[in-house]
Nanobody, 123 residues
Framework: QVQLVESGGGLVQAGGSLRLSCAASGRIFSRYAMGWFRQAPGKAREFVAAISWSGDNTYYADSVKGRFTISRDNAKNMVYLQMNSLKPEDTAVYYC????????????????WGQGTQVTVSS
């Protein structure tokens, strides 16, 4: 069992930055590839970014490439999402997910999810 808790969301103006954190507890964190997803009102949950078990490989949705950076600290059981140059269309609830067998680049089939943190970007 893995428990995931996101934090760091909030209200920011367009062009601003936020850093989301996801704290993991339970099983050995390094055994899980991690991902960030988001869900805006009335829309399906979508992939944002993912990172491999060791952190050597990262993946991004085209909509955030060049603006967002995913990272992890296996010693601290943490994964982060640095979000720069935020846009109103980035407004959503952001979730982290853990998957022991594959890079979580889709919202289906991930073993564990956090409760989400709200990010609101004003224009």
């Amino acid at each position: 069992q893995v428990q995931l808790v996101e934090s760091g969301g909030g209200l920011v103006q367009a062009g601003g930055s936020l850093r989301l954190s996801c704290a993991a507890s339970g099983r050995i964190f390094s055994r899980y590839a991690m991902g960030w997803f988001r869900q805006a009102p009335g829309k399906a949950r979508e992939f944002v970014a993912a990172i491999s078990w060791s952190g050597d490989n990262t993946y991004y949705a085209d909509s955030v490439k060049g603006r967002f950076t995913i990272s992890r600290d296996n010693a601290k059981n943490m994964v982060y999402l640095q979000m720069n140059s935020l846009k109103p269309e980035d407004t959503a609830v952001y979730y982290c997910a853990a998957n022991p067998t594959r890079i979580p680049r889709t919202s289906v089939g991930n073993d564990y999810w956090g409760q989400g943190t709200q990010v609101t970007v004003s224009s």
